[in-house]
Nanobody, 125 residues
Framework: QVQLVESGGGLVQAGGSLKLSCVAS????????MGWFRQAPGKEREFVAA????????IYADSAKGRFTISRENAKNTVYLQMNNLKPEDTARYYC??????????????????WGQGTQVTVSS
């Protein structure tokens, strides 16, 4: 199994940027496809972005395309989410997830097998 810890959240103005990090322990990051999800108060968890193991192919939610970039550094056991041009509707708690399966499954099934505790992102207007 793998333990995941997110960091990098905070309060920013609309149009600003944040870079989230997720560090894995207990296993090597390269064994997993990785993803980012978010959940706002009163709403269900939604998929944001994912990156495949082996190929590093990426998938983005429509809301994230052109603004967010997911990347991984397997040697550091870390996955990142670079968020640019943030909007108030991006406000949510962001969760890192890992799966033995694929980024496509994370997107289509909203699936993760292991989850971090999340990091809060708040975007003010």
């Amino acid at each position: 199994q793998v333990q995941l810890v997110e960091s990098g959240g905070g309060l920013v103005q609309a149009g600003g940027s944040l870079k989230l990090s997720c560090v894995a322990s207990g296993s090597t990051l390269g064994s997993y496809s990785m993803g980012w999800f978010r959940q706002a108060p009163g709403k269900e968890r939604e998929f944001v972005a994912a990156i495949n193991k082996y190929s590093a192919e990426t998938i983005y939610a429509d809301s994230a395309k052109g603004r967010f970039t997911i990347s991984r550094e397997n040697a550091k056991n870390t996955v990142y989410l670079q968020m640019n041009n943030l909007k108030p509707e991006d406000t949510a708690r962001y969760y890192c997830a890992a799966t033995f399966l694929t980024a496509q499954v994370m997107s289509s099934k909203q699936r993760g097998d292991y989850w971090g505790q999340g990091t809060q992102v708040t975007v003010s207007s």
